[in-house]
């Protein structure tokens, strides 16, 4: 697209994506379009967030009353319908969506323990250790707050209820896909393993991201916001009870396997903190991991019953010396 095209048919152009990104129709090859779309022109993602903003704000185009709950079948919603609701986005149409705010539903996980969910519009969680969400389901709306912990979302495509999830003052806007969002402390982290979701972070006012299969954005405690894509393999492990670190520090890597275990690892000198260690293990078991860590570094592990000590292993002087 030419530099000198009209705002309107930008943003026309976007509100038309927006549609069959959210259509239950959409695959590989629309994805892979919107990738180009994307990359042809700067302001092609500026447009995307802002028809993508203004939807959610008119609830999908959508206003609901409190009579009595529908839930429409994903297969009845065509294009054609989601076209007119952009279109309503694109000429900037007022309306109100309205819904009851009723209490959320808690759910939530012991040290150790995963859980996996089926919600009641047919997307599914999983839930890591140590996690807490609160669910709220509305004739318009799907709204999850994590409030701590990870957990990841595969979501049921359904373009006229926005699938979102809050965490820390960042929000994660769904477009029927699957992904996972992870707080430690203030830090957030979402990862998207395949479709598109809209991130923003509300909290530092810094704007709307796209992500698209495979990406990867972190808003650390510092204010430093990093987009990346990592192994999914090896950040996604945790659903089958594995733990996946590649070149993690060792300080790290002992973080994540004690938020599994009651016998903790402790690192007991502090120059090999900053080792690294890359491979997958099992959730929990702390003792293996100690071990492996022993074979593979330069460090020594101390199995007590309590606790596991790891240190940096004393090169042993030849006896012949001197």
């Given amino acids: 697209m030419s530099p000198g095209t009209d705002i309107d048919q930008v943003r026309a152009e976007a509100a038309a994506w927006l549609a069959r990104l959210r259509s239950d129709q959409v695959g590989a090859q629309d994805q892979a379009g919107f990738q180009s779309w994307l990359a042809e022109d700067p302001r092609h993602g500026a447009a995307f967030e802002a028809v993508t903003g203004t939807w959610d704000l008119l609830g999908g185009a959508q206003i609901s009353r409190p009579i009595r709950h529908v839930e429409l079948e994903p297969s009845k919603i065509g294009r054609r319908t989601l076209l007119l609701g952009a279109a309503l986005v694109v000429a900037g149409g007022a309306g109100i969506a309205l819904w009851y705010r009723q209490p959320p539903d808690i759910f939530a996980t012991?040290?150790?323990?995963?859980?996996?969910?089926?919600?009641?519009?047919?997307?599914?969680?999983?839930?890591?250790?140590?996690?807490?969400?609160?669910?709220?389901?509305?004739?318009?709306?799907?709204?999850?707050?994590?409030?701590?912990?990870?957990?990841?979302?595969?979501?049921?495509?359904?373009?006229?209820?926005?699938?979102?999830?809050?965490?820390?003052?960042?929000?994660?806007?769904?477009?029927?896909?699957?992904?996972?969002?992870?707080?430690?402390?203030?830090?957030?982290?979402?990862?998207?393993?395949?479709?598109?979701?809209?991130?923003?972070?509300e909290a530092a006012n810094a704007g709307r991201f796209v992500l698209t299969s495979g990406d990867r954005i972190a808003f650390a405690s510092t204010g430093q916001t990093i987009r990346d894509r990592p192994d999914l393999s090896?950040?996604?492990?945790?659903?089958?009870?594995?733990?996946g670190f590649d070149r993690e520090s060792l300080a790290a890597a002992v973080s994540e396997m004690n938020r599994y275990s009651r016998r903790p690892l402790v690192i007991g000198d502090a120059s090999i903190a900053h080792l690294a260690i890359s491979g997958l293990f099992t959730a929990g078991d702390t003792e293996a991991f100690a071990r492996s860590v022993a074979a593979l570094l330069p460090v020594t592990a101390d199995i007590q019953p309590q606790q596991i000590v790891l240190t940096a292993t004393v090169a042993k002087k030849s006896p012949h010396a001197y």
């Fill in 110 to 201: 012991g040290s150790g323990e995963q859980r996996r969910l089926l919600l009641s519009d047919g997307s599914s969680v999983i839930l890591d250790t140590d996690t807490q969400i609160s669910v709220r389901m509305t004739a318009s709306r799907r709204e999850i707050a994590l409030d701590r912990g990870r957990a990841f979302f595969e979501v049921a495509a359904n373009p006229d209820r926005p699938f979102e999830v809050t965490a820390s003052g960042r929000k994660v806007v769904a477009v029927g896909t699957a992904f996972e969002v992870k707080l430690d402390g203030t830090a957030f982290v979402a990862t998207l393993q395949h479709g598109v979701v809209v991130v923003s972070d």
């Fill in 234 to 243: 090896l950040v996604l492990a945790w659903r089958t009870g594995r733990l």
